[in-house]
């Protein structure tokens, strides 16, 4: 993980913080915030994840005995709740440009205006039962084979994460209201 925030234990959180300006340039994972007060955790909220550009993100490997995944998911931005995520560059992830929220997890999230070129999956989303709100507005997306603004679930125990099977990609909906997601002038090709 090239930049990771979190808030670390249960009545320890974090209210605040600022991703901004950084270049990160191949590396397991990109920028993650973690932990929404779910499973006893502390909350991590009111993050903004602006003017960044995430490339070469690859898989590799994870010498941790016992962790779990033992393989980076790969992936360039990813926020589980109250984050906007704005204005970044993500170049060539492996895995999935930005994902937004974790299962149930997911709350409040801003995704708008982003170029994400070349990842197999450029959003992926949280449409899971109980999860929040999320917006997806005004971003680029180009080369994602496995779909543009797709639907996406964690599978904690083995630690991965894809596509939920028929899901309809949103790439280049107008304006959309779908359960907990609004959609709106995004384009991909």
């Known amino acids: ?13 974090l209210n605040g913080a600022v991703v901004s300006g950084n270049i990160i340039d191949t590396a397991g994972n990109g920028i993650a915030v973690a932990n929404s007060g779910m499973g006893g955790q502390g909350t991590a909220k009111s993050v903004t994840i602006t003017g960044n550009r995430v490339t070469n993100i690859i898989h590799q490997t994870i010498n941790d005995p016992g962790y779990v995944p033992t393989v980076s ?13 704005s204005g970044n560059i993500v170049d060539g992830a492996a895995g999935i440009g930005i994902i937004s929220g974790h299962n149930a997890s997911t709350h409040d999230l801003n995704v708008n205006g982003n ?9 992926g989303y949280s449409a899971q039962s109980g999860a929040g709100q999320i917006i997806i507005s005004s971003n680029q997306i180009q080369g994602a084979a496995g779909g543009a603004i797709v639907s996406v679930v964690f599978n904690d125990s083995a630690g991965t994460v894809g596509r939920v099977a028929g899901s309809t990609d949103y790439g280049n909906h107008y304006d959309a209201q779908i359960g907990n ?9």
């Open 181 to 189: 997601i609004f959609v709106g002038n995004n384009r991909s090709y």
């Open 73 to 85: 998911l790969a992936f360039g931005i990813y926020a589980e709740g109250a984050a906007v995520i």
């Open 1 to 13: 993980m090239a930049i990771f925030i979190e808030a670390p234990n249960a009545g320890i959180d």
């Open 115 to 123: 170029l994400i070129l070349t990842s197999p999956i450029g959003i």
